[in-house]
């Protein structure tokens, strides 16, 4: 695969784009000057020092604005097919401007859309795209943390050949010489011994390749293996409609919502989009406005079962019970669509059994179901077999509509295989297999432990390579490693499971020369052009030309004409829209005909253990376990870091006569996993869940060692959930740190909420719990904002999911530090913004949970301003309240004084502590200095900080608004915490403004003020929770 | 040495006890000596009356400069925090928003008043005191004398300093002498 | 006035054995100074100097690596450092108070231990001072709290009850200072007149001013002293008030209490008593001055403990009476749960975690001075001895249980935390007497411990009295004979 050459200057091949006027009429000589003059220099190249990890040559490739400024291309890949700005056109040249770009990540066979912010060439943070079906302007946890990844200095930075037990370092040349060698031999038996292997993927460019290389290989075969994959998702689909469609649901169409162990909001696919519109139909301005109910099952408590207005757990294994007991309840309430399948699973031997489970909230729930036919959904989770998911596909064709409550994606990769199957047949064909490429992933890590990867790689005359962005632990033992590039370093194009196309714009040159995955594919299919850009355009091009232009002439104004324009169309806007497929016949029989050859579940006794694996919700598959993002970032219920836990219930845990932190041993066949206990109230009995992506042994110098490794546990038959695991209970106790030890409100009026009922008999119940004093005369003359701005935010209980994605978001933002396990443990973690939860009720084994993201409340009047000696946090005209962290001494006596607790303190130097001990870690990596966002202090040592509302935000709108000499208007500024939120849950803006959303907020009944007796005013305030129980059922079901 | 001469700076007479040097001193002032003293090791009670001494005035000047202190301190605190004007380019003050309250709020800057009108009263009270009794001065003539070492353990004197205009070396040494002192000396100071 | 005689009630005989001269006193105490050092001396030096020596390397581990050696976390901002401080600071109260108070008073005895009390506080006040000063976060730029015209134009916030502090502490160290020092200037004389040697002499001289002795002198000097001690009085009370502002005008439950002024003061005069009763048990029998200090004295010192302890033990009781009454949530679980433990479990069915500091704190301060109710006790030195020192701790306790139980679980539970001491925290903390009893050890040594001056004013016929001279003015030689002691 050829090197990147810098192309020579070519005059008027370049964009039209100039300084001034005398670069545009200057004569390619003086270009060439100018070029010399711009590149070496510059503040962009300042920022890199001589150990720099990025050397300054590829740095300035990615970030050669300056050269694309002068209209030239020295060095440089991009001009030759430069990638469009989203919002801010060629301005985005002017140093300190920072500009966006429309791009894609991948969610396995799914995408989200992003947009990312590129200061001088750095992209500096993610953000959503709010043109994009998939994003709908919010992301999710792994959106706002991928950033960090490109500058994770772990990262693989050259190829490498195996020598003995070791990987040597060989130049990019030695690798490409390798992998022709490699294509040549297999040119004889038409690749018969060849194999590749790649994680899913949604790119039908890759598809195309994959299928260009067949043809050259007839005799190689492709396999495809994800830790987290929707195996069991495709497999119902092909039982009901006959192909792997997958539905997409409208939450916002629903009325009543049913999760058969699904987390639609957080770990399934499209949870971002799920999130917006499932927020939609609960966000309530007055009681009478429609709100739609959600029952969930499930054995974990996600965050979706916090969102529940009736939660049941059970085991995972019983979700299949309970959905057929649901099937015959429907057909025996007059759903007849559904009777065939009813009676079938009648005959079955073993029939319906519903022992153990709870059959008042079956029928309520079914009852429920009937009442609102046609505006219900059912929901399959991803662990479910895939039985399950076709029942449900069947419900929901009963009691759902079609394309409004939900719509069949199209068949977008008709001939991907199973990944469970695929890898297992590559182990059972691994004789025959002589060569092995990998495109990403980690086997040697994640796959069933049954596979044995390790083994298959170690084998006599095996020539694995391996292509990952870290040197993994599949990397260890692979004959050739060559580093991949990041996503935000290659084009491509990417499919969401609701059809619409995007593409995937690089922002940067690949820091460290990356491999690209479709360049690879197309070197050895021997195409002609090997560019990852014309890769995709010729895709776009050919396979999916017409479709392509009927989505554009659909989502796009026409004066897009040319193919040119429609490209540069869509990549300005990220997508490429779809309309939604018509509607496919289900096929009952095939249904039945699958009921028949299953056997009907039964119910687990009481001795054996059920384990279930669950992805990490920011380490993913263990993708992302060097993030340090990722790795301090608390999980949702738990609120634990740098570590995963086996969770389980509380009954459970005194069964077992474990305490929280202390290890146990599961134990399957040979198979051992030792990680230490968490008793998570609301948990199911007799059960266990385990989170993917942990204990990595070679994931960097964050992520090895950190948490513990359960993959041991998981084979190619029980990926989702396995039975029959024998628990014990060691001796020896473990540390697990939480950022939140305490999880009760002590009956303070904190996360307020209360029943839709309640709800309507006492509209502004919420101003009675927490009460503002602001009636009471002031002692003294009150500041008057009237005038001006009045920045203020108010934060939607009721649409609040507590996915964290604000979390990492603030600390992209503002330049906030993790700080390590060991200061997390003495509560020194910096969050800007945390997401508090509360477990309500006093039944340990029932709880309802509150979550509420607590940030910096502007107080009107903050006690933390008149105690600081120094004046160094003091208020704005704009009722902000200022940190001048230059002022500060770090006396802490705000924070003392805050009774939010939401000021963070600088203890140490913490961009040179991130610690177990002091100074564990001294020196501060170079690439990880270019995802700052330069319009933030970086802080030092000693000095107190917090959230600024995103003042740097709030300047940059007024000062575009200035320029254009227009009025700010309210969605001018966006935090950052607002950008990113899936479910919109958060408002900020103009109070000044009657139009803004969130004075509009703020006069909502449910809106009050927390801690609102102390009398500081806060700025921000909240919308109370609102639940919506079924009347006929009690409590959470 | 040899070449100076001496002139004489004061008569040094030496008393046992304290009613000795009450006694003596009581005559001093009846003969009407302005510019004289007494040395005793420690304060002796009464001899104000016996030296016919006027009360002091320090305690005048601590008042003053005490009330000064308060002053000072509502001033700057005002000056810093509830107004914006440059005096004397010292540098502006400006009045900032903390906690919603109003830039000169009184209250909270009694503390602050009080405690710099102890402080300037406390160096008012030193500094006046120095500057009344005209110390430091290291060097004084009495010092030549040996004797006058015990002053400070426990003998007591009484010096009469050759600038009083009735000091007269004859005279003046029959009056100390009439006071039967146990030692009297001339202590004379060298002129170059 | 004129001397007074010994007070009979007080089982005072004379303050100096019958027949000493002033010579004698003269010798006694400056001959401390000029006599070659004792070996106990000594060893107490070097052991206090290596203390202050770990306190010097604890404070440049602190200053390299940041605040956060100590384990002071969130929400517990403030800890041993603010404990330490307001301790000391308490500490530094007896010392004035009971040497400008006495003097007020006309307390003769007074002369007995008003300087080394005066230098107890100085020093108190001095370790006391270390701390704000070292806990900061960036303690290089402690200056931004004074109000220094810059060229930024940055003033300090006078709204800030630490501003009030920097203000009140500093005029506190400056005035007992400048009151030990007028003190000391005769004194100086003394030793500047008995020097052997030159440089004594011109050290010695220089402090001394080149006083004489001159009556003229001696008049501004008294009335000067008595204004000291006029002021520094209500000084001393308005300290430790303003200390309490730190807490009392914060929203924090637990320190947002009207109650706080009077409350620190009486704690300060608690452990300050307690530390001088400390000090003063080992000079006594050191020195030898059971006739200067009596039981008597003893015993009074320990009723008023007594007494004091009470107020305290009133304060807290107090406190809880208003965290019940104000049916303020948050404040009723600061001290039903952070500090009874057992008055308010949490939802878990769990005690406060920090109840046994409380516990602590209320045995030594409200528990044990109740043993003075018997005579016993009050004159039994073993006994006032170890209860003094149990005092001072029971003390550190009280600022201990004020700064973190009040913190570590405040408003949203989300956010509460727990505290757990560093080594560094405790080294800083004993290096404090490394530094007190440093340049305590060298006060002894090299300045007059007892007021020279002072004491012989005090001597039988130390004052003449007119009237008798008057009398027989004319009999020649009178003033030789001595005149009766009244």
């Known amino acids: 695969m050829t090197r990147r050459k810098s192309y020579e200057l070519s005059p008027g091949k370049g964009p039209s784009m100039w300084r001034t006027l005398e670069d545009k009429n200057a004569e390619p000589e003086e270009l060439q000057k100018l070029a010399q003059e711009e590149q070496p220099g510059g503040f962009i190249t300042d920022l890199l020092s001589p150990k720099a990890l990025v050397s300054r040559r590829s740095f300035v490739q990615g970030s050669s604005i300056a050269a694309l400024a002068a209209g030239l291309q020295g060095c440089v890949r991009r001009p030759e097919n430069e990638i469009l700005p989203y919002s801010k056109a060629p301005e985005h040249l002017v140093p300190g401007v920072s500009s966006h770009f429309a791009t894609v990540t991948a969610r396995g066979r799914d995408s989200l859309g992003v947009v990312v912010t590129s200061h001088e060439g750095r992209p500096t943070k993610v953000e959503g795209n709010d043109q994009h079906p998939t994003s709908l302007g919010g992301t999710d946890v792994r959106a706002q943390a991928y950033l960090w990844d490109l500058y994770d200095p772990d990262r693989s930075q050259s190829p490498a050949r195996r020598n003995g037990n070791a990987l040597v370092n060989v130049s990019p040349e030695d690798f490409e010489k390798a992998i022709d060698a490699l294509i040549k031999k297999h040119e004889a038996d038409q690749g018969a011994s060849l194999r590749l292997l790649s994680p899913i993927s949604n790119s039908p460019t890759f598809r195309r390749l994959q299928t260009k290389v067949l043809e050259r290989f007839p005799n190689a075969r492709f396999h495809t293996y994800s830790a987290v994959n929707d195996d069991n998702a495709r497999s119902g689909g092909r039982i009901a409609y006959g192909e792997p469609l997958v539905p997409v649901y409208n939450y916002g169409g629903a009325q009543v919502i049913v999760s058969l162990a699904s987390d639609f909001l957080g770990a399934e696919p499209g949870a971002v989009a799920a999130g917006a519109r499932f927020a939609s139909r609960r966000r309530l301005a007055d009681p009478r406005a429609p709100m739609s109910r959600l029952y969930v099952v499930e054995s974990n408590y996600t965050i979706t079962g916090s969102m529940a207005d009736h939660r049941t757990r059970m085991r995972q294994a019983d979700v299949a019970r309970f959905t057929e007991a649901l099937v015959d309840q429907l057909s025996s309430r007059g759903v007849t669509q559904l009777a065939p399948l009813a009676e079938k699973l009648r005959q079955r031997s073993g029939g319906i059994d519903t022992s153990g489970l709870n059959t008042k909230f079956l029928s309520e729930l079914a009852a429920d179901l009937v009442n609102n036919r046609g505006q219900s959904i059912v929901v399959p989770g991803a662990g479910q077999p895939p039985l399950v998911h076709a029942l449900a596909l069947a419900i929901n064709e009963a009691v759902g509509t079609t394309g409004k409550t939900y719509h069949l994606g199209p068949n977008l990769d008709p001939n991907g295989e199973a990944s469970r199957k695929s890898i297992a047949e590559l182990a059972k064909e691994i004789d025959q297999v002589s060569s092995l490429i990998m495109l990403g992933g980690n086997p040697v890590y994640d796959a069933p432990a049954d596979v044995k990867f390790a083994e298959l790689l170690g084998r006599e005359g095996l020539t694995s390579v391996h292509v990952s962005t870290h040197r993994d632990e599949t990397s260890a033992l692979s004959s050739w490693h060559a580093p991949l590039a990041h996503e935000l370093e290659a084009w491509g194009d990417q499919t969401a499971l609701e059809g619409s196309i995007s593409f995937q714009q690089p922002l940067i040159a690949p820091l460290y020369g990356g491999t690209i995955a479709i360049e690879l594919l197309a070197k050895i299919a021997g195409e002609k052009t090997t560019k990852d850009h014309d890769l995709v355009r010729e895709t776009q091009a050919t396979g999916l030309d017409t479709q392509t232009k009927s989505m554009l002439r659909a989502g796009f104004p026409t004066e897009y004409t040319s193919d040119e324009q429609l490209w540069r169309g869509a990549l300005h806007a990220g997508v490429f829209k779809r309309q939604p497929s018509d509607a496919k016949a289900l096929l009952v029989e095939s249904i039945v005909s699958a009921i028949a050859s299953s056997q009907s579940p039964k119910p687990v006794g009481k001795g054996s253990v059920e384990v279930s694996f669950e992805p990490d919700p920011a380490l993913w598959d263990g993708a992302q376990a060097n993030n340090l993002w990722a790795l301090e970032l608390p999980a949702p219920m738990t609120k634990l870091v740098w570590d995963n836990a086996a969770l389980l219930s509380p009954a459970t845990s005194k069964a077992l006569g474990v305490k929280n932190g202390q290890m146990l041993r599961l134990t399957k066949g040979e198979a051992k996993v030792e990680i230490p206990a968490w008793i998570v109230p609301g948990h199911a009995d007799d059960c266990v869940t385990l989170t993917l992506g942990w204990g990595r042994t070679a994931a960097g110098r964050y992520g090895n060692g950190k948490g513990f490794d359960v993959n041991p546990l998981r084979t190619a038959d029980g990926m989702d959930f396995t039975d029959g695991v024998t628990v014990e209970a060691l001796r020896e106790a473990y540390n697990l740190v939480q950022t939140q030890t305490h999880d009760r409100m002590e009956g303070r009026p904190i996360a307020i909420d209360a029943t839709l009922d309640e709800y309507k008999k006492e509209p502004d119940f919420a101003s009675y719990r927490s009460v503002d004093p602001v009636s009471t005369p002031p002692l003294w003359a009150q500041q008057d904002y009237s005038t001006g701005h009045k920045w203020g935010m108010a934060i939607d209980l009721n649409a609040c999911t507590g996915c964290n994605a604000c979390v990492i978001a603030c600390q992209a933002e503002n330049n906030i530090p993790s700080v390590g396990k060991f200061e997390v443990e003495r509560g020194r973690e910096m969050?800007?913004?945390?997401?508090?939860?509360?477990?309500?009720?006093?039944?340990?084994?029932?709880?309802?949970?509150?979550?509420?993201?607590?940030?910096?409340?502007?107080?009107?009047?903050?006690?933390?301003?008149?105690?600081?000696?120094?004046?160094?946090?003091?208020?704005?005209?704009?009722?902000?309240?200022?940190?001048?962290?230059?002022?500060?001494?770090?006396?802490?006596?705000?924070?003392?004084?805050?009774?939010?607790?939401?000021?963070?303190?600088?203890?140490?130097?913490?961009?040179?502590?991130?610690?177990?001990?002091?100074?564990?870690?001294?020196?501060?990596?170079?690439?990880?200095?270019?995802?700052?966002?330069?319009?933030?202090?970086?802080?030092?040592?000693?000095?107190?900080?917090?959230?600024?509302?995103?003042?740097?935000?709030?300047?940059?709108?007024?000062?575009?608004?200035?320029?254009?000499?227009?009025?700010?208007?309210?969605?001018?500024?966006?935090?950052?915490?607002?950008?990113?939120?899936?479910?919109?849950?958060?408002?900020?803006?103009?109070?000044?403004?009657?139009?803004s959303a969130v004075a509009a907020w703020t006069a909502v009944n449910r809106n009050y003020k927390l801690l609102a007796e102390i009398g500081t005013r806060p700025r921000t305030s909240f919308l109370a929770r609102i639940r919506n129980p079924n009347p006929k059922l009690k409590g959470n079901g | 040495m040899a070449n100076q001469t001496k002139t004489p700076a004061l008569y040094l007479a030496e008393y046992e006890t304290p009613n000795a040097i009450a006694l003596a001193a009581m005559k001093v002032r009846d003969a009407g000596y302005q510019n004289w003293d007494c040395h005793t090791p420690y304060a002796l009670h009464g001899m104000d009356e016996a030296m016919g001494l006027k009360p002091t005035r320090i305690g005048i000047i601590s008042f003053i400069f005490g009330m000064f202190g308060v002053g000072l301190a509502v001033f700057m605190m005002q000056y810093t925090n509830a107004f914006d004007f440059n005096l004397l380019n010292v540098g502006a003050g400006y009045p900032l928003v903390i906690g919603g309250k109003p830039p000169g709020a009184f209250p909270s800057m009694v503390p602050i008043m009080f405690e710099l009108g102890i402080l300037l009263c406390g160096f008012a009270t030193l500094f006046g005191m120095l500057r009344l009794i005209k110390l430091p001065m290291h060097n004084h003539p009495i010092f030549e004398s040996d004797r006058f070492e015990a002053a400070s353990d426990d003998k007591f004197f009484i010096s009469i300093e050759a600038g009083d205009q009735k000091f007269d070396l004859e005279r003046t040494k029959a009056l100390l002498e009439a006071t039967n002192p146990t030692h009297l000396e001339l202590i004379e100071e060298e002129v170059p | 006035m004129s001397y007074d005689a010994p007070i009979k009630e007080l089982g005072e005989t004379s303050l100096l054995p019958e027949g000493t001269t002033r010579n004698d006193i003269t010798e006694t105490i400056a001959g401390v100074t000029e006599n070659p050092a004792p070996r106990g001396w000594w060893l107490l030096f070097l052991l206090s100097v290596s203390v202050l020596g770990v306190m010097g390397a604890a404070l440049a581990y602190l200053f390299i690596q940041g605040v956060g050696v100590w384990g002071n976390n969130a929400p517990v901002y403030w800890a041993w450092d603010i404990t330490n401080f307001v301790w000391w600071i308490g500490i530094g109260h007896a010392g004035t108070l009971i040497s400008a108070i006495l003097f007020l008073f006309r307390q003769k005895w007074r002369t007995s231990i008003n300087r080394f009390a005066e230098a107890m506080t100085v020093f108190a006040v001095l370790c006391a001072g270390l701390f704000p000063a070292i806990h900061t976060g960036r303690p290089w730029f402690d200056y931004y709290l004074f109000p220094i015209p810059n060229q930024m134009d940055m003033w300090p916030n006078f709204k800030s009850p630490l501003m009030w502090d920097v203000f009140a502490v500093s005029t506190y160290l400056t005035i007992s200072v400048i009151f030990w020092y007028v003190g000391l200037i005769p004194d100086f004389a003394t030793l500047r007149d008995r020097s052997k040697n030159l440089t004594r002499k011109r050290v010695y001289g220089f402090f001394a001013l080149g006083w004489r002795g001159a009556h003229r002198h001696w008049q501004h000097y008294e009335r000067a002293y008595l204004i000291f001690a006029g002021i520094s009085t209500p000084l001393v009370l308005s300290v430790h008030s303003v200390v309490s502002f730190d807490f009392a005008t914060s929203v924090v439950p637990g320190w947002h209490t009207t109650i706080f002024p009077p409350y620190f003061v009486a704690g300060a005069v608690f452990s300050g008593f307690a530390l001088v009763m400390t000090l003063m048990l080992i000079c006594r029998s050191i020195f030898k001055l059971q006739n200067i200090v009596t039981i008597k004295h003893l015993d009074l010192m320990n009723k008023f403990m007594l007494g004091v302890s009470l107020l305290v033990g009133y304060a807290y009781a107090m406190e809880f009476f208003i965290a019940w009454y104000s049916s303020n949530p948050y404040e009723q679980w600061v001290f039903f749960h952070n500090r009874l433990g057992w008055g308010q479990l949490d939802s878990k069915g769990n005690w406060g975690p920090l109840w046994w500091a409380y516990y602590a704190m209320v045995f030594c301060n409200v528990i044990v001075p109740q043993i003075f109710w018997f005579k016993r006790a009050r004159t039994s030195i073993p006994i006032m001895f170890i209860a003094s020192i149990l005092i001072n701790i029971g003390m550190w306790f009280e600022r201990f249980v004020i700064i973190v139980t009040s913190t570590y679980q405040d408003f949203l539970p989300s956010s509460w935390g727990m505290f757990h001491p560093t080594l560094i925290d405790i080294l800083t903390y004993l290096g404090t007497f490394g530094l007190f009893f440093t340049l305590f050890l060298l006060f002894v040594r090299w300045i007059p411990m007892i007021a020279i001056a002072e004491v012989k004013g005090n001597l039988p016929g130390a004052h003449p009295d007119l009237h008798a001279l008057e009398a027989h003015d004319e009999e020649p030689n009178a003033a030789a004979a001595p005149v009766p002691a009244e």
């Not at chain 1, 939860?837 to 039944?843: I, K, N, T």
């Not at chain 1, 940030?855 to 160094?872: D, G, M």
């Not at chain 1, 200022?882 to 002022?887: E, F, G, I, K």
């Open chain 1, 831 to 995: 969050h800007w913004l945390r997401i508090d939860r509360y477990f309500v009720g006093d039944d340990e084994n029932e709880p309802e949970v509150a979550v509420q993201p607590v940030t910096c409340q502007q107080c009107e009047e903050a006690p933390c301003e008149n105690v600081c000696p120094v004046n160094a946090t003091t208020h704005t005209p704009e009722g902000l309240n200022d940190m001048a962290y230059n002022r500060c001494v770090g006396t802490r006596y705000c924070a003392n004084n805050c009774p939010y607790k939401v000021r963070r303190f600088n203890y140490l130097d913490w961009h040179g502590h991130l610690d177990d001990e002091f100074g564990w870690f001294e020196d501060f990596p170079e690439s990880r200095k270019l995802q700052f966002n330069p319009n933030v202090t970086v802080r030092m040592r000693g000095v107190m900080e917090k959230c600024t509302y995103c003042v740097q935000r709030i300047e940059e709108g007024k000062i575009a608004a200035k320029r254009d000499g227009r009025a700010l208007k309210d969605g001018d500024i966006k935090s950052a915490c607002q950008q990113a939120c899936p479910t919109k849950a958060i408002a900020f803006g103009d109070l000044n403004d009657p139009k």
